[in-house]
């Protein structure tokens, strides 16, 4: 009889330190990871279950006496940054639906009016400075010599 109590409280041991690996918090750990606590409970039954026992009290006592914080050894890890979400510029909700009601695209289209409108400007004051028909720039300066 003495013998069956004692399986049962070994086995209940095992059971009980398995399901609290599995709820455990990151910071419960003791700094190893959750597999190798249930491999070292699953191999080594009574000295894994009570290692986990008091590495995982020990740790939820710090952090229950830093109100929170855990302190000590092994160390907790900084918080990862929190950076704000990239907003692509498809994805805004402002963004303009039209081209006409995008202020870029405007100030492009005024830009290209504008220099559209001086190309026509210089290219009929060179047609009007321009001397008799077929008479090329190039060729005043040029003598020719027929011959």
Do not use: C
């Amino acid at each position: 009889m003495f013998k069956l109590v004692f399986f049962l409280l070994y086995l209940a041991l095992v059971v009980y330190a398995l399901v609290d690996v599995i709820q455990a918090d990151e910071e419960d750990l003791g700094g190893i990871q959750k597999g190798f606590w249930i491999i070292a409970i699953v191999f080594l039954p009574l000295a894994g279950s009570i290692a986990w026992i008091v590495v995982s009290n020990g740790a939820r006592r710090r952090r229950a006496s830093s109100g929170g914080q855990v302190t000590g050894f092994p160390a907790s890890q900084p918080a990862p940054a929190q950076y704000s979400r990239r907003v692509r510029s498809w994805e805004q909700e402002d963004a303009p639906v039209a081209p006409e009601d995008d202020p870029e695209f405007i100030w492009l289209m005024e830009q290209a009016k504008r220099k559209r409108e001086r190309e026509a400007r210089e290219g009929a004051g060179r047609t009007e400075d321009a001397g008799p028909e077929g008479y090329d720039e190039r060729q005043r300066g040029e003598g020719h010599a027929e011959g």
